[in-house]
Nanobody
């Protein structure tokens, strides 16, 4: 069992930056694929970024070159650095852990989810 706790959300203006953190419980954090997803009101949950056990990364086209996912296995933490934020980035951001080898953008293939953190970007 893995518990995930996100933090770092908030209200910012367009063009600002935020860094989200997700701390995982348990001793097997390094063996999980980690992902960030987001869900805006009235919309489906969408993939944002993922990082493999070895550190390979993959991004949604909408955030590529603006967002960076990273992990610190010693701290059981995955980060999402978000730069040049836009109003369309407004959503609840969720951290997810998948007990798998390959990266995936499919939410149902992740095994554990955090409770989410709100990010609001004003224009």
């Amino acid at each position: 069992q893995v518990q995930l706790v996100e933090s770092g959300g908030g209200l910012v203006q367009a063009g600002d930056s935020l860094r989200l953190s997700c701390v995982a419980s348990g001793r097997t954090f390094s063996s999980y694929v980690m992902g960030w997803f987001r869900q805006a009101p009235g919309k489906e949950r969408e993939f944002v970024a993922a990082i493999s056990r070895s550190g390979s990364t993959y991004y949604a086209d909408s955030v590529k070159a603006r967002f960076t996912i990273s992990r610190d296995n010693a701290k059981n933490t995955v980060y999402l650095q978000m730069n040049i934020l836009k109003p369309e980035d407004t959503a609840v951001y969720y951290c997810a852990a998948g007990n798998r080898v390959t990266l995936t953008i499919t939410p149902r293939l992740y095994d554990y989810w955090g409770q989410g953190t709100q990010v609001t970007v004003s224009s």
